[in-house]
């Protein structure tokens, strides 16, 4: 009895396996095609300062339009998209397209106080700033879009320090030669050592969300997020917290001297044509950044 009912339970797990498998590789059929058929797309979510409750630029969040299963988030695809070595393709095409978002907010919403020093946010994968031509591929992207590299920042994650070769260093190198930012993302949550964050050309932690969720629960996660922004301001960093939800987190932030916020206090991360139409178009009349949220 017991042999058959692990006999059986053997069957449904292979059984789950093989249905988990020709899922995966359906996905990765599909995503192959999403680029050629045009089904990526960004959304874009504010960064505001919270000093000056001004609105500073934006981050580029990629989205899959999938024909039948509708709008797929990162988290579904983006770790198929890395073992494929999908994401190089991919990413040159969010780094070209979000190049080419802001600087045409730039000249579309030229009246904007400041914007002409807005920035782009942009997520890189580990393989793609590993790339020898990263950085030819880089200055292609900004001379075709005509964006300021001044305006561009890009957000790498511990990790990809941690696995960083040779063509890395070099090509950080090279970014910060450009005066192109760097920020590292969901800071506090990687493995890797201190010793890098002097060493590498880096302008700003971005506090992970585990954090900021936490902040007025308990008193640990405020420890940490107080640490990360006394850290980054003896490096001379910025700090940027993710994640933020809610009136009182701002407060803490704002009285632990944290420069910039994300969330969906101020709004989740938006199509073009809302950010158009209900926030820059807004902004533009008021230049109240909190007025053109809430
Ligand atoms: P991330 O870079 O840390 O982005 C922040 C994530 O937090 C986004 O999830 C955003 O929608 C979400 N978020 C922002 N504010 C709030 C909030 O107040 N509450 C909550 N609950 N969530 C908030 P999203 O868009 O699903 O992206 C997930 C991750 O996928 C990103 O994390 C990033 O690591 C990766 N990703 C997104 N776009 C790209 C891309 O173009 N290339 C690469 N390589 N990775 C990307
Ligand atoms: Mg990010
Ligand atoms: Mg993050
Ligand atoms: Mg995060």
Same mark, same amino acid.
């Given at each position: ?15 789950? =396996? ?39 630029? $934006?981050?580029?969040?990629?989205? +899959?339009? !999938?024909? /039948? /299963?509708?709008? @797929?988030?990162?988290?579904?695809? @983006? ?8 994401? &190089?393709?991919?990413?040159? +095409? ?10 045409? +907010? ?15 946010? &942009? ?56 005066? @192109? ?43 940490? &997020? ?10 001379? =960093? ?11 987190? &701002?407060? !803490? ?35 109240? $950044?909190?007025?053109?949220? $809430?």
């Amino acid at each position: 009895r017991a042999k058959d009912k692990g006999k059986a339970c053997y069957e449904v797990f292979d059984q789950a =396996m093989y249905l988990e498998t020709l899922k995966n590789i359906e996905l990765e059929h599909n995503l192959r095609l999403a680029l050629p058929q045009n089904e990526l797309t960004l959304h874009y979510q504010p960064i505001i300062s919270l000093k000056h409750g001004t609105l500073t630029g $934006f981050e580029a969040l990629i989205r +899959w339009q !999938h024909p /039948q /299963q509708g709008l @797929i988030f990162p988290g579904d695809f @983006i770790s198929i998209a890395e073992d494929t070595g999908l994401i &190089v393709p991919i990413g040159y +095409w969010v780094l070209k397209e979000a190049c080419q978002q802001l600087h045409s +907010w730039q000249q579309k919403f030229a009246q904007i106080p400041g914007i002409d020093s807005f920035k782009i946010s &942009v997520n890189l994968a580990s393989q793609q700033i590993q790339e020898a031509n990263f950085i030819e591929k880089l200055d292609l992207i900004l001379a075709e879009t005509g964006l300021d590299a001044g305006c561009l920042r890009l957000e790498i994650t511990e990790r990809v320090l941690v696995d960083s070769g040779q063509n890395t260093q070099q090509n950080l190198a090279e970014i910060k030669r450009r005066q @192109i930012k760097l920020s590292i993302d969901d800071f506090g949550t990687g493995y890797s050592s201190l010793s890098y964050l002097h060493c590498l050309p880096i302008n700003n932690l971005k506090i992970d969300r585990s954090f900021i969720n936490n902040l007025n629960i308990d008193t640990e996660s405020f420890e940490i &997020v107080k640490t990360i922004v006394t850290l980054a301001h003896s490096l001379n =960093m910025d700090a940027i917290a993710e994640g933020v939800e809610t009136i009182e987190q &701002v407060n !803490h932030l704002k009285a632990l001297g944290c420069e910039y916020a994300q969330g969906y206090l101020y709004a989740k991360p938006l199509e073009v044509k809302d950010i158009e139409l209900n926030f820059l178009n807004n902004y533009a009349k008021t230049s109240d $950044f909190l007025g053109a949220c $809430f």
